[in-house]
């Protein structure tokens, strides 16, 4: 079983920074994990992509509205995924969810618990 746990996020004034960090725990995760992705989603509205990592080669995707100002990495001896928001708008307001894809897997099925962003105009 593998368990996901972000921390960071809060809040801050529009144009800031935040940051997340999102440490992944279990057995063999080596075999386990094919991409992590980060995701966002606000009450009654749809799972929205942000960005992700390959694990293995660490090619990177970013949505469109977040390219430029938020930047994904990872730390693969001790299998932490970040992610580094600056420029915040009002509109990145909601909560930010940690996942992963696994091979086997054509989606991400494997999330934390989520981290709240607060942007204020």
């Known amino acids: 079983q593998v368990q996901l746990v972000e921390s960071g996020g809060g809040s801050v004034q529009a144009g800031g920074s935040l940051s997340f960090s999102c440490p992944v725990f279990?057995?063999?995760?080596?075999?386990?994990?094919?991409?992590i992705g980060w995701f966002r989603q606000s009450p009654g509205k749809e799972r929205e992509f942000v960005s992700s990592i390959r694990w293995s080669g660490g090619s990177l995707l970013y949505a469109e509205y977040v390219k430029g100002r938020f930047t994904i990495s990872r730390v693969v001896a001790k299998f932490t995924v970040s992610l580094q928001m600056n420029s915040l708008r009002p509109e990145d307001r909601t909560v930010y969810y940690c996942?992963?894809?696994?091979?086997?897997?054509?989606?991400?099925?494997?999330w934390g618990q989520g981290a709240q962003v607060a942007v204020s105009s």
């Open positions: 996942e992963v894809r696994k091979p086997t897997s054509n989606d991400y099925d494997c």
């Open positions: 279990g057995r063999r995760l080596s075999n386990y994990i094919m991409d």
